[in-house]
Each structure stands twice: as structure tokens, then as C-alpha cells.
């Protein structure tokens, strides 16, 4: 078999193969197997008929069609792999010569990653803004404690902000009562719009039994974008009343005896929040240095699958809530469906970018992915999407995604490791040690630009004791799924370069 590989440009080449017809005999045989299954001939037994007597049957170009169609896949897979080719997505075929017992001749054009030449990477800094924790910080996170201990009481006046009402809502258009804007005896907060437009002003001033009626346009549904008529009738007012913030409310809603060890408490906190967002901003401003320093080339056909795939998959959960791009982009605040696709465009343009110079680095400093790294990172994910390990694997092998999810592992591995070897200082000058929440900045050092996850949940921030036995289960699975992602991972590579 001969290859020759032509560059097109930075990011596609075109393979020109030739195979002679000596190599074809895995595919006659396995396209006369299958065909000796499908063809009766009077005379011969089911699956007994000869090779010439196929071809005859058949016609010799309907077997030759099949053979190029069952090589050609193995053929441009083996030349990949042996002239180390990191192509990206699937090629366009050719085939330019078909010489019957003599030789097969076909191109392949395909979007590969482009070389890239990596600035320096000794000596890197970044510079983050201070930690600096308020009081009205405090303040606000000791409100929402006391929101957690509030008591609701029934008042004899009407509703203003801030106050729970129990509600009946009748929604029409026209004469048509809406069944899905029709409810009873719901619980609301007056002024937290998380229901519809227009309710909090309905609302506001009316007493027990007291009506009211408005507009509102229709997010969603069969008549999403038209206007409802709704009706709204306050059945019960009641008012929260706050715990009064002294120590025996420190001492019911906490582990502290004063409210002054809870308010240290809750400093503390928010300045391991913030050195998280600390580690955060160091890793985006870190991205983005590398990307300023680096010319990478972006291939558009990459570009352009991924923003059609977007496009269908929004498209497809916006049908299925029943609203259409206008309405969307009206909730959004996007000019168009032009500078709503214009965005998306750069976004994603970023993100390729963004994971090319992680590859490159990665491949620069020889950074491999083990059972360890894997294993990590399914117990991570897992836990984020609320998930056991065992299922969150299921799910990357289902969907196909196990060759990506250890591409992602590795560029983790790759951007974590150059993040601990910058130097990082705070507005102030100080140097910011990130030690102190190392699991955490590993994860926060994702292969981005991603949307950063709330920093305030204190959940996925806070530091958790955990008993070793209680968590071994589940340590086991991962680990084991992380064997098979990397065995998965091999066999997927090879699979996404077949035609």
C-alpha cells in the first residue's frame, strides 16, 4: 500500500492511497460472506454459492462497489495510525482509480490539528484581585440564615413585598382557559418574580379574597409569544417574621455559641470562597495569556459541525418547551438569530483554540492520563450531576463521549500542572498561595473557557470529612470504570477516524 499525505493548509490535508489489489482480499471475503446470506441460487445450498457464480449473478460491479465500501474505512484508519495523523472529524472520499485485479486508488481530505509553536512557559505570572471580605458580605449571608428560621404569620392587611400570599391563577386567551396557567392554593412570595410578568404589581395592596387582572405574554407552550388575560385571587396573607439576631440564634442555627464565633465563621468561609475565585481567575487569566501568545489555526468545517450541532440541539429543546427562536431570543436579549449565531461562533472558536494549546502543551511536557487521573475526575463529575460513578461512566460510554472525556482529563492535567508552576500574585503584590484548596483548584483548572460554577454554594467549596470506609465503594467503581475508559478511549480514537 502506498500513502502520500499533501498539506492543504494549517488545519486539512489530503491523502492519496493506493492499495494493491493483493490487500482487498479481507474485504472480498467479507463482502462474498455476506452476500452468499443474502443470495438464492436454484442449484446451490444457502450460503454454499461460488464467487464467480455471484459475480454473474449480481454483476461484477455491484461486488466491487461493496469491496471499495468495506475497505476503504480499514485502509484510511491503518494510514492515520501509522503516519500519527490527528484528524478531526470525518474526511471526504474520492476514489480516483478502480482497476479490477490490479489496483484501488482513492483521496481522502480531512480537518486535522494544526502544529503549534508554544511560547514560553518557564516564568509565567498572573496577577488576581485581593480577598477582602465585608461586613455587609457577612451581613448578607447571616440574612440568609435568618431567612432559613423565619416564621410566617397571617396578617389582616394587604400584601406588600416580602410577604407570602396563597394564590389562585386562571389564565385565558380569548374565551380559552389555558390549563397549565390554572392553579389553586399556591404558595408565592410577593416581589421574587419567579412565576410570570406582571404578578408582583397584581398582587401588591390586595387583601384576603381580593382579585385582580392582567397581561402577561405567554414564554411558552402552544401559545407562546400571544398575550393572557389572568386572573389572580389572594386567598391568605402572611408575614415573615425574622429570629432576632442574637446569640441564641447563633446557637439554633449553628455549631457556635455567639453570634460573634458565628460571624468569624462565616468570614472564614467567604475568604476560602474567594481564594477559590482567586484560583479561578488566576486559571482564565493564565487561558488567556497562552491564547494571546500563541497563533492557532481554526479549522471551520470544526467550527461549523459544532455550531450546527448547537443549533439543532437548542432548536430541539425549544419545540419541546413550544416556543420558537423569536420568543428566545426576546427572553435572551439577543439582537438576533444573526449576532445570537455570531456569538456562538466566537465562543466556540475560543474554546477550540483554548483546547488545541492544552494538547500542545500536553504533548510538549509528555503528560499522560492514568487509572488515578480518571478515576478523579468520574468521581468529580459524577457528584456534580448528582450521579453515582457507575452511572456517570454509563453514560459516557452510551453516549460515545469516552475518548473526549479523557482528551478533557488530560488538558485538566496539563493547564493544573502549568497553573502550579505560575507565579500568582494578588492587586497588593502579595503572592497567592492556592495549597490550602488544591483539590479545588485542580478542578476549577478545567480545560475552559467554561462558565464558572457559583463560588458561594458552600457545598461544593467547603471542605467535607469524610469517613475512608464510607467512600470506598464508590472509589472501587470508579476506579474500575477508569480502566475500562482507558481501553474504551483507545478503541473510540480508532473508531472516529473511520469514513
Do not use: C
Not at 443474502?38 to 469491496?67: A, C, M, S, T, Y
Not at 450541532?309 to 436579549?333: C, I, P, V
Amino acid at each position: 500500500m502506498k500513502s502520500t499525505i499533501e498539506e492543504l493548509g494549517p488545519t486539512r490535508v489530503r491523502m492519496a492511497i493506493e492499495v494493491p489489489w493483493g490487500d482487498l482480499d479481507h474485504a472480498f471475503g467479507e463482502v462474498y460472506k455476506e452476500l452468499k446470506t443474502q443470495v438464492r441460487v436454484p442449484g446451490f445450498r444457502p450460503g454454499k454459492v461460488p464467487n464467480r457464480i455471484l459475480d454473474q449473478r449480481i454483476g461484477r460491479p455491484v461486488v466491487l462497489e461493496q469491496v471499495v465500501q468495506h475497505a476503504i474505512p480499514e485502509v484510511y484508519s491503518e494510514v492515520v495510525r501509522e503516519n500519527q495523523v490527528r484528524v478531526l472529524g470525518q474526511p471526504d472520499i474520492e476514489v480516483t482509480r478502480l482497476d479490477d485485479n490490479d489496483t484501488l486508488a482513492f483521496t481522502a481530505e480531512v480537518d486535522v490539528a494544526p502544529k503549534i509553536d508554544l511560547p514560553a512557559l518557564e516564568d509565567l505570572s498572573v496577577t488576581v484581585d485581593d480577598v477582602e471580605v465585608t461586613d455587609e458580605e457577612i451581613d448578607q449571608q447571616v440574612t440568609v440564615m435568618r431567612e432559613r428560621f423565619a416564621m410566617l404569620t397571617g396578617v389582616e392587611r394587604a400584601a406588600q413585598d416580602g410577604d407570602f400570599v396563597s394564590i389562585d391563577l386562571e389564565a385565558r386567551v380569548g374565551d380559552e382557559v389555558l390549563e397549565d396557567g390554572t392553579t389553586s392554593g399556591m404558595s408565592y412570595e410577593v416581589g421574587s418574580g419567579s412565576i410570570m410578568e406582571g404578578l408582583d404589581d397584581a398582587v401588591r395592596g390586595l387583601s384576603a379574597d381580593e382579585s385582580a387582572t392582567f397581561e402577561t405574554p405567554l414564554q411558552q407552550g402552544p401559545h407562546a409569544g400571544e398575550q393572557a388575560q389572568v386572573t389572580v385571587t389572594v386567598r391568605s396573607v402572611k408575614a415573615k417574621e425574622l429570629p432576632e439576631l442574637d446569640d441564641e440564634f447563633a446557637s439554633t442555627a449553628s455549631e457556635f455559641d455567639t453570634l460573634e464565633e458565628l460571624r468569624d465563621d462565616v468570614r472564614t468561609r467567604l475568604s476560602r470562597v474567594k481564594v477559590m475565585q482567586q484560583g479561578a481567575q488566576a486559571r482564565d487569566k493564565l487561558v488567556e495569556h497562552l491564547l494571546e501568545a500563541t497563533e492557532v489555526p481554526i479549522p471551520e468545517g470544526l467550527v461549523d459541525r459544532e455550531l450546527e450541532y448547537r443549533d439543532q440541539a437548542l432548536g430541539n429543546e425549544l419545540t419541546n418547551a413550544g416556543m420558537d427562536w423569536d420568543t428566545f431570543l426576546s427572553m435572551s436579549g439577543t439582537e438576533s438569530r444573526e449576532a445570537y449565531t455570531a456569538e456562538q461562533r466566537k465562543n466556540i472558536e475560543e474554546a477550540v483554540r483554548t483546547q488545541f494549546v492544552l494538547d500542545a502543551i500536553a504533548d510538549a511536557r509528555e503528560i499522560t492520563v492514568d487509572n488515578d487521573d480518571l478515576s478523579a475526575q468520574i468521581m468529580a463529575q459524577a457528584s456534580r450531576n448528582r450521579m453515582s460513578p457507575e452511572q456517570y461512566a454509563q453514560q459516557l460510554q452510551q453516549g460515545g463521549n469516552i475518548a473526549e472525556f479523557v482528551a478533557d482529563v488530560r488538558r485538566t492535567k496539563a493547564l493544573a500542572q502549568l497553573l502550579e508552576q505560575t507565579t500568582i500574585t494578588d492587586a497588593s503584590g502579595n503572592v497567592v498561595d492556592l495549597e490550602s484548596v488544591r483539590p479545588q483548584t485542580v478542578r476549577a483548572a478545567e480545560a475552559a473557557p467554561a462558565a464558572d460554577e457559583s463560588a458561594t454554594d458552600e457545598s461544593a467549596t467547603a471542605p467535607t470529612d469524610v469517613d475512608s470506609d464510607d467512600e470506598a465503594p464508590d472509589a472501587e467503581v470508579a476506579d474500575a470504570v477508569a480502566v475500562e475508559a482507558v481501553e474504551g478511549a483507545t478503541e473510540d480514537t480508532e473508531d472516529v477516524t473511520k469514513a
